[in-house]
Nanobody, 117 residues
Framework: VQLVESGGGLVQPGGSLRLSCAAS????????MTWHRQAPGKERELVAT?????????KYIESVKGRSTVSRDNAKNTVYLQMDSLEPGDTAVYYC??????????WGQGTQVTVSS
């Protein structure tokens, strides 16, 4: 089982990034997929969730609502997080996780997002 995030990097405030998380080794469409982030000195927080199997339902934390879009492509076993109007407060390591019921079954290794001028 693998979840591999990509797409992080350094971006100026107001910029955009699209994070990707490629899954393998499990039936991707059976799992809700989630994005989390952890900033230095802070606890990990859930950023966005997209339901299984086709992503009919999505949820976001308040601080990213209207600026972020989570989506999934089951044909590619990939979940995305499009982030726009990025702010310094979005700086964190971003992780994807596969969720079944109330449990997070699998985690990726994370990708760094830094928002700075």
């Amino acid at each position: 089982v693998q979840l591999v995030e990509s797409g992080g990097g350094l971006v100026q405030p107001g910029g955009s990034l699209r994070l990707s998380c490629a899954a393998s080794g499990f039936t991707f469409s059976d799992y809700a997929m989630t994005w989390h982030r952890q900033a230095p000195g802070k606890e990990r927080e859930l950023v966005a969730t997209i339901s299984s199997p086709v992503g009919t339902n999505t949820k976001y934390i308040e601080s990213v609502k209207g600026r972020s879009t989570v989506s999934r492509d089951n044909a590619k076993n990939t979940v995305y997080l499009q982030m726009d109007s990025l702010e310094p407060g979005d700086t964190a390591v971003y992780y994807c996780a596969a969720k079944m019921g109330v449990s997070y079954a699998y985690w990726g290794q994370g990708t760094q997002v830094t928002v700075s001028s």
